[in-house]
């Protein structure tokens, strides 16, 4: 269902990182999707990569964070996507990729998802996933 992307899938992740983008309607730019997941290709040092289905329909990206709250290291789902919907693949690879964060040891995991998007708070909940107080805010350097 799930496996980790490798460097080799760079092509295959950059094109399904477009589909995700125009879905949710993210700007997209080619060369630094590129760029963000090489890294992430290479080794497991700053997150992993997942790609979803076989044949390939999507991909998850988990980020590593570090929090005294989580005591140490915790994951963000980045960015989750399958392009085919309604037959639970996205459930089933959520819940692997959450099985696999559990034996890496990791305690917690965040996400964000857009404030106007209730049916995927509602896919999130449905597996665990609660909604906090808290209020994500950013700025570019």
């Not at 963000?36 to 998850?60: F, K, N, Q, R, T």
Request: aromatic share 8%.
């Amino acid at each position: 269902m799930i496996r980790r992307a490798a460097i080799n899938d760079l092509d295959l992740l950059a094109g399904l990182a477009a589909e995700f983008n125009a879905a949710d309607q993210h700007p997209h730019e080619e060369q630094r999707v590129r760029r963000a997941l090489i890294p992430l290709l290479a080794d497991d040092d700053a997150g992993v990569v997942y790609l979803i289905g076989d044949p390939v329909i999507g991909y998850a990206v988990v980020t590593w964070g570090y929090s005294i709250e989580s005591g140490g290291r915790d994951a963000l789902l980045d960015e989750i996507y399958v392009g085919s919907s309604g037959e639970g693949i996205g459930g089933k690879a959520l819940d692997s990729i959450l099985e696999d964060l559990r034996k890496r040891g990791l305690p917690r995991i965040f996400l964000e998802t857009e404030r106007l998007n209730e049916q995927v708070r509602r896919f999130y909940a449905r597996h665990g996933f609660k909604e906090e107080d808290s209020i994500w805010m950013s700025q570019w350097l």
